[in-house]
């Protein structure tokens, strides 16, 4: 089973910008589909973007269009997120997934592995 670390999150203010990297280890990255979500307290996991276990097809939420890039580096078994100009409502814990089907899925049950989350906030 491919266990799923992530790290990068911190604090930065309004209109900057962050790089939150996934690292897989015991398994083999290139063997699932990532995506990356976030999770705000009292509400449910909802997505961020998502890529394929070849980087061939991605999908962002409109939310984060045109600011955040999803990427993956199978020859270092990493999914990262660069995240820029960000805003304080992207204030919330964000967790890497991985899916061990190829495809491209934006539910966050449709996932089977998670990282533990790390923390970004925006200050005003």
């Known amino acids: 089973q491919v266990q799923l670390s992530e790290s990068g999150g911190g604090s930065v203010q309004t209109g900057g910008s962050l790089r939150l990297t996934c690292v897989a280890s015991?398994?083999?990255?290139?063997?699932?589909?990532g995506g990356w979500f976030r999770q705000a307290p009292g509400k449910e996991r909802e997505i961020v973007a998502a890529?394929?276990?070849?980087?061939?097809?991605?999908y962002y939420a409109d939310a984060v269009k045109g600011r955040f890039t999803i990427s993956r580096d199978n020859a270092e078994n990493t999914v990262s997120l660069q995240m820029n100009g960000l805003k304080v409502e992207d204030t919330v814990v964000y967790y890497c997934?991985?899916?061990?089907?190829?495809?491209?899925?934006?539910?966050?049950?449709?996932?089977?592995?998670w990282g533990q989350g790390t923390q970004v906030t925006v200050s005003s």
């Open positions: 015991r398994a083999s990255f290139s063997n699932y589909a």
């Open positions: 997934a991985a899916r061990s089907q190829f495809g491209l899925r934006v539910a966050a049950n449709e996932y089977d592995y």
């Open positions: 890529i394929t276990w070849n980087g061939g097809n991605k």
